[in-house]
């Protein structure tokens, strides 16, 4: 099983997840980060540290973001390795309670 980021991420990108990762299972996009499933040891630390829910056990994946599960998978191959906080982008006041924002992800 793996920890997956959801579509609550996009066009926010808080870090705050970063810094507890014991493996450095994250990936940066522009505006978006993902999980590495191959490199993910489900140790949950990094699910309570996002501030916008962004992050799921794969078993807890609503159905209405299954398609992230494959995303995550895809775009961990392509971006680097995140392993240090940063701060958020900077209209995410505007993005953090909006949802369906797959379209505005940038690869």
Known sequence: ???VVS???IRCKYTDC???CPVDCFHEGPNFLVIDP???IDCSLCEP???VNAIYAEEDLPE???????LNAELSQQWPVIT???PPLDDVD????VSGKLEHLER
Request: charged share 40%; with cysteine; glycine share 0%.
């Open 18 to 20: 970063v810094e507890v």
């Open 38 to 40: 191959e490199e993910c």
């Open 84 to 86: 240090e906080m940063k």
């Open 64 to 70: 209405d973001q299954q398609e992230f599960l494959s």
């Open 49 to 51: 540290e996002c501030p």
């Open 7 to 9: 579509d609550s991420c």
């Open 94 to 97: 505007t993005w953090k309670e």
């Open 1 to 3: 099983m793996t920890y």
